[in-house]
Nanobody, 122 residues
Framework: QVQLVESGGGLVQAGGSLRLSCAAS????????MGWFRQAPGKEREFVAV????????DYADSVKGRFTISRDNAKNMVYLQMNSLKPEDTAVYYC???????????????WGQGTQVTVSS
């Protein structure tokens, strides 16, 4: 059983940056691929980024490619999402999630955090 806790959300102006963090506990962190998803009001939760267990492979939603970077530190049981050039449409609750292998499908993920709010003002 893996527990995930996100942090780092907040209010930022368009064009600004934020770094989200996700702390994992209760399992062998390096055995899990880690994903970030987001959910805006009235919309379904959508894929943002994923990183493989060793960190050597990443994938991004087209809407964030070139602006967001996912990374992980297996020694610290942490995964990060660096978000640059933020846009108002990036406003959402951001969730980290874990599963054994990489996937961009929400339904594939076994473990989820509680989420952290990101609000981008125009």
């Amino acid at each position: 059983q893996v527990q995930l806790v996100e942090s780092g959300g907040g209010l930022v102006q368009a064009g600004g940056s934020l770094r989200l963090s996700c702390a994992a506990s209760g399992g062998s962190f390096s055995n899990y691929a880690m994903g970030w998803f987001r959910q805006a009001p009235g919309k379904e939760r959508e894929f943002v980024a994923v990183i493989s267990r060793g960190g050597g492979s990443t994938d991004y939603a087209d809407s964030v490619k070139g602006r967001f970077t996912i990374s992980r530190d297996n020694a610290k049981n942490m995964v990060y999402l660096q978000m640059n050039s933020l846009k108002p449409e990036d406003t959402a609750v951001y969730y980290c999630a874990a599963r054994p292998f990489t996937s961009s499908r929400r339904a594939d993920y076994n473990y989820w955090g509680q989420g952290t709010q990101v609000t981008v003002s125009s």
